[in-house]
Nanobody
Framework: QVQLVESGGGLVQAGGSLRLSCAAS????????MGWFRQAPGKEREFVAA????????YYADSAKGRFTISKNNAKNTVYLQMNSLKPEDTAVYYC???????????????????WGQGTQVTVSS
């Protein structure tokens, strides 16, 4: 069993920055990609960003392009989400996820991911 542990959430003013981290408990497990999703109260979980673990190619939701950066550190077995120019509408619980193999559902779909973290709260005040 693989555990994903997120950290780095918190309260920040609009325009500020946060960096989320997600560490995997096992170094060697089948991992095609890692992603970040978020869920605001009363809303469905939505895709934020993903990174192909082997090649490093990245993908972003339109809401994240130009403001968020996903990256990884293979040696630390960790994926990051750098969030800049935060807006109140970015307020949500952010989840890290791992997809063990490429799925037809695509990286933007939560159903393709096999492992999930417990989530970390990000609150952006206006």
């Amino acid at each position: 069993q693989v555990q994903l542990v997120e950290s780095g959430g918190g309260l920040v003013q609009a325009g500020g920055s946060l960096r989320l981290s997600c560490a995997a408990s096992r170094r060697t497990f089948s991992r095609y990609a890692m992603g970040w999703f978020r869920q605001a109260p009363g809303k469905e979980r939505e895709f934020v960003a993903a990174i192909i673990w082997g090649g490093g190619r990245t993908y972003y939701a339109d809401s994240a392009k130009g403001r968020f950066t996903i990256s990884k550190n293979n040696a630390k077995n960790t994926v990051y989400l750098q969030m800049n120019s935060l807006k109140p509408e970015d307020t949500a619980v952010y989840y890290c996820a791992a997809e063990s193999s490429a799925r037809s559902s695509g990286l933007g779909s939560a159903e393709g991911y096999d492992y999930w973290g417990q989530g970390t709260q990000v609150t952006v005040s206006s």
